[in-house]
């Protein structure tokens, strides 16, 4: 099994895990984009430049949606 595959299946894995045990959707995004950040730092070695920029877009996609809930805490934490 080549490393890019290994990289795939256990972030899978993560996903599942995570979608599995978190107990709201907020966490369950958040657990995904660390997960995320921390298996393509390690495999950055292993992935070609196609696969990067593939990953570089459902990176930000991610993001987008963690600023997205942190807004959300925040407007809450200030509406009460």
């Not at 890019?4 to 899978?12: A, P, Q, R, V």
């Not at 966490?27 to 997960?35: K, S, V, Y």
């Not at 877009?57 to 925040?74: G, R, T």
Request: hydrophobic letters at 60%; glycine letters at 4%.
């Amino acid at each position: 099994m080549r490393v890019k595959d290994s990289i795939i299946l256990y972030f899978s894995g993560w996903a599942l895990i995570s979608a599995l045990f978190a107990p709201s959707v907020d966490l369950f995004f958040t657990l995904l984009l660390i997960g995320f950040l921390i298996f393509i730092e390690i495999g950055d070695f292993f992935i070609d430049n196609k696969s990067k920029e593939v990953l570089k877009s459902f990176k930000y996609v991610l993001i987008a949606i963690f600023v997205f809930i942190v807004v959300d805490k925040i407007k809450t934490i200030l509406v009460k």
